[in-house]
Protein backbone atom coordinates (compact mmCIF):
# COMPACT_ATOMS: atom_id res chain seq x y z
CA UNK A 1 0.00 0.00 0.00
CA UNK A 2 1.50 3.20 -1.21
CA UNK A 3 2.17 5.88 1.82
CA UNK A 4 1.15 9.19 1.73
CA UNK A 5 2.79 11.64 4.49
CA UNK A 6 1.53 15.22 4.70
CA UNK A 7 4.41 17.82 6.17
CA UNK A 8 2.80 21.08 7.34
CA UNK A 9 5.45 24.26 7.31
CA UNK A 10 4.57 27.52 8.89
CA UNK A 11 6.22 30.16 7.12
CA UNK A 12 8.14 32.71 9.14
CA UNK A 13 6.71 31.32 11.77
CA UNK A 14 7.68 33.51 15.40
CA UNK A 15 7.96 36.56 12.71
CA UNK A 16 4.26 36.31 11.66
CA UNK A 17 2.81 35.42 15.23
CA UNK A 18 4.76 38.67 16.25
CA UNK A 19 2.80 40.62 13.31
CA UNK A 20 0.08 38.78 13.64
CA UNK A 21 -0.52 40.20 17.72
CA UNK A 22 1.23 43.34 16.32
CA UNK A 23 -0.47 44.66 12.93
CA UNK A 24 1.28 47.57 12.62
CA UNK A 25 4.45 45.33 12.18
CA UNK A 26 2.96 43.37 9.00
CA UNK A 27 5.19 43.78 5.90
CA UNK A 28 8.30 45.17 8.00
CA UNK A 29 12.10 43.39 8.67
CA UNK A 30 10.88 41.79 11.65
CA UNK A 31 13.51 40.05 13.59
CA UNK A 32 13.20 37.24 16.07
CA UNK A 33 16.68 36.69 17.37
CA UNK A 34 18.60 36.35 20.60
CA UNK A 35 20.45 39.23 22.14
CA UNK A 36 23.88 40.18 21.35
CA UNK A 37 26.18 39.42 21.34
CA UNK A 38 25.94 35.35 21.50
CA UNK A 39 22.27 35.57 20.02
CA UNK A 40 21.11 33.83 16.60
CA UNK A 41 18.35 35.17 14.46
CA UNK A 42 15.38 32.42 15.36
CA UNK A 43 13.26 33.88 12.37
CA UNK A 44 13.03 36.29 10.03
CA UNK A 45 10.36 37.96 8.16
CA UNK A 46 9.97 38.23 4.27
CA UNK A 47 10.74 41.00 3.89
CA UNK A 48 13.61 41.11 6.37
CA UNK A 49 14.92 37.98 4.56
CA UNK A 50 15.29 40.40 1.09
CA UNK A 51 18.24 41.95 3.21
CA UNK A 52 19.43 38.83 3.10
CA UNK A 53 18.82 37.73 7.21
CA UNK A 54 18.45 34.54 7.62
CA UNK A 55 17.79 31.57 10.62
CA UNK A 56 20.45 30.75 12.47
CA UNK A 57 22.33 33.98 11.61
CA UNK A 58 24.40 36.13 14.36
CA UNK A 59 22.22 38.85 15.62
CA UNK A 60 25.13 41.34 15.20
CA UNK A 61 25.42 40.31 11.29
CA UNK A 62 21.58 40.28 10.84
CA UNK A 63 21.70 44.27 12.45
CA UNK A 64 24.88 44.84 10.23
CA UNK A 65 22.99 43.46 6.96
CA UNK A 66 19.25 45.35 8.20
CA UNK A 67 19.93 48.09 10.50
CA UNK A 68 16.55 49.21 10.31
CA UNK A 69 15.02 45.59 11.39
CA UNK A 70 12.47 45.71 14.14
CA UNK A 71 14.40 42.83 16.33
CA UNK A 72 12.20 41.36 18.79
CA UNK A 73 12.84 38.82 21.84
CA UNK A 74 11.03 35.23 21.34
CA UNK A 75 7.97 35.05 23.19
CA UNK A 76 7.46 30.85 23.22
CA UNK A 77 4.75 30.57 25.58
CA UNK A 78 3.19 32.62 22.49
CA UNK A 79 4.32 30.83 19.68
CA UNK A 80 3.52 26.87 21.88
CA UNK A 81 -0.03 28.64 22.08
CA UNK A 82 -0.16 29.06 18.30
CA UNK A 83 1.58 25.88 17.72
CA UNK A 84 -1.58 24.26 19.61
CA UNK A 85 -4.00 25.88 17.92
CA UNK A 86 -2.29 24.30 14.26
CA UNK A 87 -1.75 20.94 16.33
CA UNK A 88 -5.72 20.42 17.00
CA UNK A 89 -6.49 21.37 13.51
CA UNK A 90 -4.03 18.48 12.11
CA UNK A 91 -5.15 15.71 14.07
CA UNK A 92 -8.67 15.89 13.35
CA UNK A 93 -7.02 13.78 10.73
CA UNK A 94 -5.16 11.22 12.03
CA UNK A 95 -3.86 10.51 15.02
CA UNK A 96 -0.09 10.42 13.64
CA UNK A 97 0.99 13.94 14.02
CA UNK A 98 4.82 14.17 14.61
CA UNK A 99 5.19 17.38 15.68
CA UNK A 100 9.44 18.24 14.70
CA UNK A 101 8.97 21.71 15.93
CA UNK A 102 6.74 24.68 17.07
CA UNK A 103 6.33 25.27 13.58
CA UNK A 104 6.41 21.84 11.33
CA UNK A 105 4.51 18.55 11.46
CA UNK A 106 4.69 15.44 9.71
CA UNK A 107 1.21 13.69 9.53
CA UNK A 108 0.69 9.78 8.30
CA UNK A 109 -2.43 10.42 6.17
CA UNK A 110 -1.81 6.58 4.79
CA UNK A 111 -5.28 5.11 5.97
CA UNK A 112 -6.87 7.85 6.29
CA UNK A 113 -8.29 8.24 3.14
CA UNK A 114 -11.86 6.10 4.31
CA UNK A 115 -12.66 8.55 6.91
CA UNK A 116 -11.73 11.74 5.21
CA UNK A 117 -11.44 11.02 1.44
CA UNK A 118 -8.12 11.57 -0.71
CA UNK A 119 -5.04 12.30 0.38
CA UNK A 120 -5.25 15.35 -1.66
CA UNK A 121 -8.19 16.98 -0.37
CA UNK A 122 -6.89 16.14 3.03
CA UNK A 123 -4.30 18.16 2.10
CA UNK A 124 -6.29 20.94 0.66
CA UNK A 125 -8.83 21.04 3.71
CA UNK A 126 -5.60 21.58 6.14
CA UNK A 127 -3.96 23.77 3.87
CA UNK A 128 -6.77 26.38 3.67
CA UNK A 129 -8.01 26.08 7.65
CA UNK A 130 -4.59 26.79 9.40
CA UNK A 131 -4.47 30.36 7.65
CA UNK A 132 -8.45 30.68 7.82
CA UNK A 133 -8.29 29.66 11.60
CA UNK A 134 -4.60 31.08 12.69
CA UNK A 135 -4.12 33.90 10.65
CA UNK A 136 -0.95 32.45 9.60
CA UNK A 137 0.61 31.18 6.68
CA UNK A 138 1.57 27.58 6.08
CA UNK A 139 3.24 25.30 2.80
CA UNK A 140 2.26 21.97 2.57
CA UNK A 141 4.00 18.94 0.60
CA UNK A 142 2.53 15.58 0.34
CA UNK A 143 4.27 12.46 -0.85
CA UNK A 144 5.30 8.94 -0.46
CA UNK A 145 7.71 9.52 2.52
CA UNK A 146 8.93 11.82 5.00
CA UNK A 147 11.63 13.11 2.65
CA UNK A 148 9.78 14.15 -0.27
CA UNK A 149 7.21 15.67 1.67
CA UNK A 150 9.21 18.01 3.65
CA UNK A 151 11.39 18.54 0.11
CA UNK A 152 7.62 19.63 -1.18
CA UNK A 153 6.33 22.04 1.33
CA UNK A 154 10.17 23.25 1.01
CA UNK A 155 8.85 23.99 -3.00
CA UNK A 156 5.50 25.45 -1.90
CA UNK A 157 7.23 28.12 0.23
CA UNK A 158 5.46 30.29 1.43
CA UNK A 159 1.86 29.61 1.30
CA UNK A 160 1.77 26.61 -0.93
CA UNK A 161 0.75 23.18 -1.74
CA UNK A 162 2.76 21.12 -3.46
CA UNK A 163 1.82 17.05 -4.03
CA UNK A 164 4.22 15.04 -5.70
CA UNK A 165 2.84 11.30 -6.72
CA UNK A 166 5.20 8.26 -6.89
CA UNK A 167 5.96 8.86 -10.35
CA UNK A 168 6.89 11.88 -10.44
CA UNK A 169 9.51 11.71 -7.50
CA UNK A 170 12.27 11.29 -9.42
CA UNK A 171 12.19 13.82 -11.87
CA UNK A 172 10.72 16.50 -8.81
CA UNK A 173 14.23 15.60 -6.66
CA UNK A 174 16.61 15.56 -9.75
CA UNK A 175 16.44 18.97 -10.11
CA UNK A 176 17.35 19.76 -6.78
CA UNK A 177 20.70 20.71 -5.42
CA UNK A 178 22.01 17.79 -3.16
CA UNK A 179 22.52 20.04 0.03
CA UNK A 180 18.45 20.12 0.18
CA UNK A 181 18.37 16.15 0.95
CA UNK A 182 18.65 15.79 4.61
CA UNK A 183 21.59 14.62 6.30
CA UNK A 184 23.64 16.24 3.26
CA UNK A 185 25.42 19.14 5.53
CA UNK A 186 27.74 21.82 4.13
CA UNK A 187 30.76 19.19 4.51
CA UNK A 188 29.31 16.13 2.49
CA UNK A 189 27.88 19.04 -0.14
CA UNK A 190 31.60 20.30 -0.59
CA UNK A 191 32.76 16.82 -0.60
CA UNK A 192 30.36 16.03 -3.33
CA UNK A 193 30.96 19.38 -5.60
CA UNK A 194 34.65 18.19 -5.35
CA UNK A 195 33.45 15.35 -7.11
CA UNK A 196 31.76 17.17 -9.88
CA UNK A 197 28.04 16.46 -7.99
CA UNK A 198 25.69 19.17 -7.45
CA UNK A 199 22.37 17.98 -7.97
CA UNK A 200 19.76 15.39 -6.74
CA UNK A 201 20.30 14.02 -10.63
CA UNK A 202 24.11 13.88 -10.55
CA UNK A 203 24.20 11.96 -7.30
CA UNK A 204 22.02 9.43 -9.14
CA UNK A 205 24.58 8.66 -11.39
CA UNK A 206 27.23 7.56 -8.66
CA UNK A 207 27.01 3.97 -8.47
CA UNK A 208 26.91 2.52 -4.72
CA UNK A 209 30.16 1.03 -4.28
CA UNK A 210 32.02 4.69 -5.23
CA UNK A 211 29.74 6.47 -2.52
CA UNK A 212 30.88 3.91 -0.01
CA UNK A 213 34.25 4.53 -0.62
CA UNK A 214 33.62 8.36 -0.95
CA UNK A 215 31.63 7.87 2.72
CA UNK A 216 31.50 4.79 4.29
CA UNK A 217 29.30 1.86 3.95
CA UNK A 218 26.69 3.75 5.84
CA UNK A 219 27.27 6.99 4.57
CA UNK A 220 27.21 5.77 1.24
CA UNK A 221 24.51 3.36 0.79
CA UNK A 222 22.23 6.72 2.97
CA UNK A 223 23.03 8.86 -0.02
CA UNK A 224 21.91 6.22 -2.30
CA UNK A 225 18.69 6.24 -1.00
CA UNK A 226 18.24 9.51 -0.87
CA UNK A 227 19.01 10.07 -4.12
CA UNK A 228 16.31 7.65 -5.43
CA UNK A 229 13.48 9.13 -3.06
CA UNK A 230 13.56 6.57 -0.83
CA UNK A 231 12.76 6.80 3.15
CA UNK A 232 10.94 4.72 5.09
CA UNK A 233 11.21 6.71 8.10
CA UNK A 234 8.12 6.15 10.07
CA UNK A 235 5.49 9.02 11.43
CA UNK A 236 6.59 8.80 15.06
CA UNK A 237 3.51 10.73 17.01
CA UNK A 238 5.23 12.41 20.01
CA UNK A 239 2.94 11.66 23.43
CA UNK A 240 2.48 15.41 25.34
CA UNK A 241 4.86 14.99 28.13
CA UNK A 242 4.72 18.24 31.14
CA UNK A 243 7.72 17.17 32.41
CA UNK A 244 10.13 14.59 32.88
CA UNK A 245 12.32 13.85 36.24
CA UNK A 246 14.46 11.69 38.25
CA UNK A 247 14.95 11.00 41.93
CA UNK A 248 16.94 9.08 43.60
CA UNK A 249 16.76 8.19 47.99
CA UNK A 250 20.14 7.22 49.01
CA UNK A 251 20.31 4.66 51.38
CA UNK A 252 22.64 6.55 53.80
CA UNK A 253 21.97 10.26 54.05
CA UNK A 254 24.23 13.00 51.75
CA UNK A 255 26.21 15.56 54.03
CA UNK A 256 28.77 16.55 51.66
CA UNK A 257 27.81 19.64 49.48
CA UNK A 258 30.32 18.50 46.80
CA UNK A 259 28.69 15.21 46.84
CA UNK A 260 24.65 16.83 46.66
CA UNK A 261 26.31 19.08 43.92
CA UNK A 262 27.60 15.90 42.18
CA UNK A 263 25.09 13.82 42.13
CA UNK A 264 22.30 16.70 40.91
CA UNK A 265 24.84 16.81 37.87
CA UNK A 266 24.15 13.08 37.54
CA UNK A 267 20.85 13.27 37.46
CA UNK A 268 20.40 15.78 35.57
CA UNK A 269 22.55 13.74 32.72
CA UNK A 270 19.79 11.45 33.20
CA UNK A 271 16.83 13.63 32.44
CA UNK A 272 18.66 14.91 29.73
CA UNK A 273 19.32 11.68 28.67
CA UNK A 274 14.94 11.45 28.34
CA UNK A 275 14.50 15.07 27.12
CA UNK A 276 16.52 14.07 24.06
CA UNK A 277 15.48 10.71 23.81
CA UNK A 278 11.43 12.39 23.30
CA UNK A 279 13.12 15.34 21.16
CA UNK A 280 11.68 17.80 23.65
CA UNK A 281 13.63 20.61 24.71
CA UNK A 282 12.67 21.95 28.44
CA UNK A 283 12.17 25.89 29.83
CA UNK A 284 11.98 25.41 33.08
CA UNK A 285 14.51 23.17 35.15
CA UNK A 286 13.83 22.01 39.27
CA UNK A 287 14.90 20.42 42.11
CA UNK A 288 14.09 18.63 44.78
CA UNK A 289 15.73 18.38 48.36
CA UNK A 290 14.56 15.80 50.79
CA UNK A 291 16.34 15.85 54.32
CA UNK A 292 16.62 13.45 56.76
CA UNK A 293 13.46 14.40 59.03
CA UNK A 294 11.86 14.62 55.45
CA UNK A 295 11.29 18.44 55.36
CA UNK A 296 11.11 18.41 51.71
CA UNK A 297 12.42 21.33 49.33
CA UNK A 298 11.50 22.14 45.55
CA UNK A 299 13.10 24.95 43.54
CA UNK A 300 12.78 25.93 40.15
CA UNK A 301 13.49 28.12 37.30
CA UNK A 302 12.86 29.48 33.92
CA UNK A 303 15.41 29.09 31.66
CA UNK A 304 16.31 32.14 28.90
CA UNK A 305 15.51 29.79 25.74
CA UNK A 306 14.51 26.05 25.37
CA UNK A 307 17.60 23.90 25.59
CA UNK A 308 18.43 20.08 25.83
CA UNK A 309 22.07 20.67 27.19
CA UNK A 310 23.02 18.75 29.24
CA UNK A 311 25.44 21.36 31.24
CA UNK A 312 22.70 24.17 31.07
CA UNK A 313 20.58 21.68 32.83
CA UNK A 314 23.42 20.84 34.98
CA UNK A 315 24.13 24.34 36.14
CA UNK A 316 20.87 25.13 36.92
CA UNK A 317 20.37 22.06 39.03
CA UNK A 318 23.60 22.55 40.66
CA UNK A 319 22.45 27.14 40.80
CA UNK A 320 19.16 25.79 42.66
CA UNK A 321 20.90 24.44 45.46
CA UNK A 322 22.35 27.68 46.62
CA UNK A 323 18.23 28.68 47.07
CA UNK A 324 18.09 25.88 49.56
CA UNK A 325 18.22 26.28 53.31
CA UNK A 326 20.27 23.24 54.14
CA UNK A 327 19.28 22.55 57.69
CA UNK A 328 22.48 22.26 59.97
CA UNK A 329 23.40 19.01 60.97
CA UNK A 330 20.77 17.27 58.27
CA UNK A 331 21.88 14.94 55.90
CA UNK A 332 20.07 14.95 52.20
CA UNK A 333 17.90 11.44 52.05
CA UNK A 334 16.80 11.99 48.41
CA UNK A 335 17.30 14.35 45.55
CA UNK A 336 15.18 14.91 42.07
CA UNK A 337 16.12 16.70 38.95
CA UNK A 338 13.06 17.58 37.25
CA UNK A 339 12.50 19.58 33.57
CA UNK A 340 9.08 20.82 32.69
CA UNK A 341 7.56 23.44 29.99
CA UNK A 342 8.51 20.59 27.55
CA UNK A 343 8.37 21.82 23.57
CA UNK A 344 9.29 20.02 20.73
CA UNK A 345 12.96 20.17 19.73
CA UNK A 346 14.66 19.39 16.52
CA UNK A 347 14.77 23.26 15.52
CA UNK A 348 17.14 24.79 18.35
CA UNK A 349 16.12 28.24 17.80
CA UNK A 350 18.67 29.83 20.05
CA UNK A 351 21.93 28.34 21.30
CA UNK A 352 23.13 31.23 23.41
CA UNK A 353 25.23 29.98 25.36
CA UNK A 354 26.73 26.55 24.47
CA UNK A 355 27.70 24.53 20.87
CA UNK A 356 24.50 22.31 20.16
CA UNK A 357 26.99 20.13 19.06
CA UNK A 358 28.97 19.43 22.05
CA UNK A 359 25.38 18.14 23.73
CA UNK A 360 25.57 15.63 20.43
CA UNK A 361 28.72 14.48 21.29
CA UNK A 362 28.00 14.10 24.92
CA UNK A 363 24.31 12.30 24.08
CA UNK A 364 26.01 9.47 21.65
CA UNK A 365 28.46 8.95 23.34
CA UNK A 366 26.50 8.31 26.76
CA UNK A 367 24.28 6.26 24.23
CA UNK A 368 27.33 4.02 23.04
CA UNK A 369 28.96 3.06 26.05
CA UNK A 370 26.00 3.73 28.65
CA UNK A 371 25.20 6.39 30.74
CA UNK A 372 28.32 6.23 32.96
CA UNK A 373 30.77 6.99 30.27
CA UNK A 374 30.90 10.56 30.11
CA UNK A 375 29.89 12.48 33.16
CA UNK A 376 30.29 16.68 33.86
CA UNK A 377 33.37 17.83 35.68
CA UNK A 378 32.60 16.85 39.07
CA UNK A 379 29.88 14.38 38.75
CA UNK A 380 32.17 11.65 40.51
CA UNK A 381 30.64 8.31 41.46
CA UNK A 382 28.17 7.51 43.90
MG1 LIG B 1 8.72 27.17 9.23
Known amino acids: MPRWILHVDMDAFYASVEELDHPELRGKPVIVAGPEPRGVVATASYAARQFGVRSGMPTTQAKRLCPHGIFLPPRFDRYEEMAQKIRAILSEYTP ?225 LSRVQIPPGQGVRLLGVGVADLVPATFRPLPLFLDPKLGDVLCEVRQKFGTDALRLGNSSSK
Request: with cysteine; glycine share 6%.
Open 96 to 320: LVEPVSLDEAFLDLSGSELLYGPPERIAEEIHMRIPKETNLSCSVGVGPNKLVAKLASDAAKPGGLKIVYPEEVQSFLDQLPVEKLWGVGPKTAARLEEKGVRTVYDLRQVPLGLLRSWFGPKGGEALWQLARGLDETPVVPVRESKSLSHEVTYAQDIFAKEKVEAELRRLALLVVDRLRAERLLAQTVQIKVRFADFTTCTRQTKLPEPTDQAMIVAAEAVGL
